[in-house]
């Protein structure tokens, strides 16, 4: 894999490549930019999975989460703007990761706003108006988990079914675990994703 990025207004620093590896985040490749120029990180990958692009191995707030595959990839962005606008291409994968964080953005706004009006109903003692919003909050939660479910078995030929599949049901019942598996081609299986989620539903 090659991560080929370019970063408006990043003149000098070093640039991570990162990981998760046995719960832990580490670094597996880095460049130091001191001039205007290509750069390029390198990994040797065997399936596709979540990667982290850095401008400061001290905070994990202001980096770049993508799904990395084999191939050439690339990301655009600004220093100013670093992990809250950038363009990412190359990766079929991360096209369709960026398809379903786009509804759970929506659905997590709406989810703050309900939050934010509940406080002000409480502090005006307006205890049902509070009731109510919190039922439009339980059915928003429910939606979300429906729609996580759909998207992992409707999209069983991506990487990002069992990885969704592992983040947001690894707690739920062996049912929906199987319903997800069920759906994932032979080479999402044997993916590195997919054997973690086989091994999830063997301990349940």
Same mark, same amino acid.
């Given at each position: 894999?090659?991560?080929?990025?370019?970063?408006?207004?990043?003149?000098?620093?070093?640039?991570?490549?990162?990981? @998760?590896?046995?719960?832990?985040?580490?670094? @597996?490749? /880095?460049? =130091?930019?001191?001039?205007?120029?290509?750069?390029?990180?390198?990994?040797? #990958?065997?399936?596709?999975? #979540? =990667?982290?692009?850095?401008?400061?191995?001290?905070?994990?707030?202001?980096? #770049?989460? =993508? =799904?990395?595959?084999?191939?050439?990839?690339?990301?655009?962005?600004?220093?100013?703007?670093?992990? %809250?606008?950038?363009?990412?291409?190359?990766?079929?994968?991360?096209?369709?990761?960026?398809?379903?964080?786009?509804?759970?953005?929506?659905?997590?706004? *709406?989810?703050?706003?309900?939050?934010?009006?509940? $406080? $002000?109903? %409480?502090?005006?003692?307006?205890?049902?108006?509070?009731?109510?919003?919190?039922?439009?909050?339980?059915?928003?939660?429910?939606?979300?988990?429906?729609?996580?479910?759909?998207?992992?078995?409707?999209?069983?030929?991506?990487?990002?079914?069992?990885?969704?599949?592992?983040?947001?049901?690894?707690?739920? /019942?062996?049912?929906? $675990?199987?319903?997800?598996?069920?759906?994932?081609?032979?080479?999402? $299986?044997?993916?590195?994703?997919? *054997?973690?989620?086989?091994?999830?539903? /063997?301990?349940?």
């Amino acid at each position: 894999m090659n991560v080929n990025v370019s970063i408006d207004g990043f003149k000098k620093g070093n640039i991570y490549l990162q990981k @998760i590896q046995d719960s832990t985040l580490i670094n @597996i490749d /880095s460049v =130091f930019v001191d001039e205007k120029g290509a750069i390029v990180l390198n990994y040797e #990958i065997s399936s596709p999975e #979540i =990667f982290y692009l850095n401008l400061d191995v001290s905070k994990n707030d202001n980096r #770049i989460e =993508f =799904f990395g595959e084999k191939g050439d990839i690339f990301i655009k962005t600004s220093l100013k703007k670093f992990n %809250s606008e950038f363009d990412i291409s190359g990766s079929y994968n991360d096209s369709i990761y960026r398809g379903y964080l786009k509804i759970i953005k929506q659905f997590n706004f *709406k989810r703050l706003d309900l939050i934010k009006l509940s $406080l $002000l109903k %409480s502090q005006k003692k307006q205890l049902d108006s509070v009731k109510l919003i919190e039922n439009k909050i339980q059915n928003l939660d429910k939606r979300q988990y429906l729609y996580s479910l759909n998207y992992s078995v409707t999209n069983g030929n991506s990487h990002v079914a069992p990885f969704i599949a592992l983040n947001e049901f690894s707690q739920g /019942s062996k049912i929906i $675990l199987d319903t997800i598996k069920n759906s994932l081609n032979k080479d999402v $299986l044997n993916s590195k994703y997919g *054997k973690l989620l086989e091994k999830t539903i /063997s301990l349940k």
